[in-house]
């Protein structure tokens, strides 16, 4: 199906590292990534432009927008973001999604990975005030760091990967702003845990591209959907927590209801609207 054809990889940052090996591999395809592509129209992580769809339309939007760019039938993108975790105290989430399109089969694959697993971490510093645990927290050197300093907002240096870098960057923010902020680097080819998370997202992809829907043959199955109400294990009334997850058909309206990933048939009273209100 995809041997010997390529696909357009509409990327920047260098994550075709992360994505073309086991593509090729499994496919026998080519993932070709295009020149000097630009994807800073679609917004970047740097908060210089806002990010106007769902992330999920987006990185479909993404490819389909390259592959008409550079006239290919099959394309691929990747959109990543970052932010404070929803659930957990302190811990931040990052959540990745990778796209795969192929126009003449109408086919469009999202896979997605929501994952605490991330140095995504940014602190304010003043004039002589050590960052030395900041570093060591966020695993600098081997992940980089941006420089900002926070009188107008500007990002003074990104990318940083070694301590004379940031100590002239750090002084250079000093010089306009009495407060300074460190950041971590997000972008992949700066972030190995990113790296390794669009690895394993490509490894999901693989399996979707390879999963045919048992009724009307499109492949690209299991598009993933959460169903129903964990009963409360005290009251066995519904709580929030789902209880199935749905696997379904890109195309038609087959569907495979399986039980949760954790295997939890009943919910902690602790989400129980009448046990804990
Ligand atoms: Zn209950
Ligand atoms: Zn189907």
């Known amino acids: 199906m995809l041997q010997g054809r390529e696909i357009l990889l509409a990327t920047m940052h260098r994550k075709e590292f992360a994505i073309k090996q086991a593509m090729e591999e ?3 395809c080519k993932i070709v990534v295009p020149k000097n592509y630009d994807t800073d129209q679609f917004g970047t992580f740097c908060g210089e432009k806002e990010r ?7 990185v479909v939007h993404k490819a389909k927008v390259a ?6 039938e099959l394309g691929m993108a990747t959109e990543g973001s970052f932010g404070p975790h929803p ?3 302190f811990a931040a989430l990052h959540e990745e999604l990778l796209s795969f399109v192929d126009v003449s089969n109408q086919v469009e694959i999202v896979v997605i990975k929501r994952t ?14 050590s ?10 050197p081997s992940h980089a760091i941006i420089v900002r300093e926070m009188a107008t907002n500007q990002v003074i240096a990104k990318g940083i990967q070694t301590r004379t870098d940031l100590e002239m960057a750090v002084e250079k923010a000093f010089k306009i702003s009495k407060k300074i902020r460190l950041e971590t680097d997000m972008r992949a080819m700066f972030n190995p845990t990113r790296m390794q998370i669009i690895q394993d997202l490509t490894l999901d992809l693989i399996k979707r591209i390879q999963s045919i829907c048992a009724k009307c043959n499109t492949y690209g199955f299991g598009e993933m959907q959460v169903a129903g109400n964990l009963p409360c294990s005290s009251c066995h009334s519904d709580t929030q927590l789902f ?5 379904k058909c890109i195309r038609c309206d087959y569907q495979v209801i399986k039980p949760r990933a954790d295997n939890l048939y009943q919910a902690d009273p602790s989400y129980c609207h009448y046990c804990n209100p």
């Open 26 to 28: 499994t496919f026998g």
């Open 116 to 129: 605490n697993k991330t140095n995504y971490a940014m602190a304010e510093f003043s004039y002589k005030q």
């Open 87 to 89: 659930l957990m105290p």
């Open 131 to 140: 960052f030395d645990d900041f570093l060591s927290t966020y695993l600098f």
């Open 67 to 72: 592959m008409e760019q550079f006239s290919y």
């Open 52 to 58: 106007f769809m769902s992330a999920k339309k987006m």
């Open 243 to 247: 209880k199935n997850i749905i696997e």
